[in-house]
């Protein structure tokens, strides 16, 4: 995790509009993987704000909108940026920037120490999210 390959990949990042069309490497994302990357306390702490489809509801954040349906909402590019970068999309949003685009960005305090995700993460995240589709 927090690979140093590709730490300055966010220079080649394609923003367009409110998306990054292009995925961030050449395999395709995991959706199984991404999933328990979204479900892990450890490593993307998205259950701290979101809640998603995963068993235990109860003990997830409403900080966030809900994950379910993100995949309706959202296309794939979209879904993208904001895991890289959120704050492109709002400067104000709690929501940390997940990739290398993050780097030299101020985080808040409880996230200083959180491992981003790499890049073939972020692609497993995306392909993840893609699926909830309702
Ligand atoms: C510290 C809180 C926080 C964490 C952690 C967090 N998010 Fe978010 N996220 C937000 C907030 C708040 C928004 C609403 C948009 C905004 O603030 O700009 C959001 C928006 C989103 C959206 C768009 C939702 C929609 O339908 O409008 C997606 C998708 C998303 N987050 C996925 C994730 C994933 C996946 C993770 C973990 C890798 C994660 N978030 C971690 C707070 C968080």
Redesign the pocket.
């Known amino acids: 995790m927090a690979s140093t390959a590709s730490s300055h990949a966010s220079d080649s990042i394609d923003v367009v509009g409110d998306a990054v069309p292009q995925p961030l490497t050449s395999t395709p994302g995991d959706a199984d993987r991404g999933r328990a990357?979204?479900g892990d306390r450890q490593?993307?702490?998205?259950?701290?704000?979101?809640t998603?489809p995963f068993p235990d509801e109860r003990s997830q954040?409403t900080?966030?909108?809900?994950?379910a349906?993100?995949g309706m909402?959202?296309s794939e590019g979209q879904?993208r940026l904001?895991?890289v970068d959120?704050r492109r999309?709002?400067p104000?949003?709690?929501?940390?920037s997940?990739f290398r685009a993050a780097e030299g960005r101020r985080v808040?305090k409880?996230?200083r120490d959180q491992p981003v995700?790499d890049a073939q993460q972020v692609e497993d995240?995306v392909a993840?999210?893609v699926t909830l589709r309702r």
């Open positions: 990357i979204v490593v993307g702490l998205c259950l701290m704000c979101h998603g954040g900080l966030a909108p809900p994950l349906g993100a909402r959202w879904l904001r895991i959120s999309l709002n104000d949003t709690i929501m940390p997940y808040g409880a996230f995700l995240v993840f999210l």
